[in-house]
């Protein structure tokens, strides 16, 4: 049968060396599953693969879409789902095809393992008014209102994420359905065998890692990338921890040391809900990211 291999963990473990490792030793290529990477405007702030690292092993959905273009889970899953048949051949080191998806990104990578509800892609002239009621009527009015039209996810919906309420609103005006009743929560079953690995470390050693990575970030050119993004600031691509620290940097509400010092915090912030999220999956088995050898041999067993 078929298999999968998912490789993920919280940001700056050190999931793309070992995964371009893995990748070398069957032979195989890497399904990236990280939702910013995929565009191609913000390299640094993403962390994404270099283009050696890309010459090394071919990555698929990294710099593949630009900054402007809708993509969301569900277009992923389905992308992914018709990559995959291409791609599962039998490798050098194993009778067995396989293929491997890696990246951090928890509902890109539940999309693909279990499958997403299916939710209508959003009319462009609904999404700009309700960008347009956003910025005139603020978020408390929009929370009032999903709190009528769809009380069972208002009552479970992060209150402070104004993507989230605005999706679920959209939902409910394009279709005249609560957003709600499209979730069911139901498990696909797949045609192939997945074998999950979270990489972890020692929580202090992680942090310092993330912290040494942000100002690698900023060496490398991350206040001119995010200065770059400043006309599209409004897009949800870019409500994302790097760019949004550094667009309050540009607007003067913070000095630049207290915009790296945020992205660091920020950063560490998302590894533990990372973290947090991975532990509700029994079926991740969990390795150092320099234990290689005892990862090759798990998923060799695993085939």
């Given amino acids: 049968m078929n298999s999968l291999i998912v490789i993920t963990g919280p940001t700056g473990v050190g999931k793309t060396e070992l995964c371009l ?20 405007e913000i390299p640094i702030g993403t962390a994404a693969p270099t283009a050696e690292q890309m010459q090394r092993v071919r990555h698929y959905f990294v710099g593949s879409h630009h900054i402007g273009d809708y993509y969301s889970a569900s277009s992923y899953e389905q992308d992914v789902l018709k990559l995959l048949p291409t791609l599962q051949h039998p490798s050098p080191n ?16 539940d999309a693909v393992c279990n499958g997403i509800d299916d939710i209508p892609n959003i009319r462009e002239d609904i999404r700009n008014e309700m960008k347009r009621r956003l910025e005139e009527e603020g978020l408390d009015a929009l929370l009032e209102e999903l709190s009528r039209l769809d009380p069972e996810h208002y009552a479970i919906v992060d209150r ?17 359905r609560t957003y709600t009743s499209f979730r069911t929560g139901e498990k696909r ?3 192939f065998n997945i074998i999950k690995i979270g990489l972890n470390r020692d929580r202090d050693e992680l942090y310092e890692r993330i ?11 991350l206040e001119q990338e995010a200065r770059a993004m400043l006309p599209y600031r409004e897009l949800n691509a870019l409500n994302t921890v ?55 041999n798990y998923i060799d067993f695993r085939l």
């Fill in 94 to 109: 194993t009778h067995h095809p396989i293929t491997l998806l890696a990246g951090g990104s928890m509902m890109y990578i």
């Fill in 189 to 191: 079953k797949r045609p």
């Fill in 160 to 176: 402070k994420n104004p993507r989230r309420i605005l999706h679920a609103l959209e939902i409910c005006h394009q279709t005249g």
């Fill in 211 to 221: 912290n040494i990575r942000v100002l690698d970030m900023m060496e490398q050119g």
């Fill in 21 to 40: 490792q893995i990748a070398e030793h069957y032979g195989i290529d890497i399904i990236n599953a990280d939702s910013r990477q995929i565009f191609a």
């Fill in 242 to 296: 790097g760019y949004k620290e550094m667009f309050q940097y540009f607007d003067g509400a913070i000095p630049l040391e207290e915009a790296i010092r945020q992205i660091q915090s920020n950063s560490r912030r998302y590894a533990r809900k990372q973290l947090t999220w991975y532990k509700r999956d029994s079926e991740i088995k969990w390795f150092s990211p320099e234990n290689i050898k005892e990862i090759i």
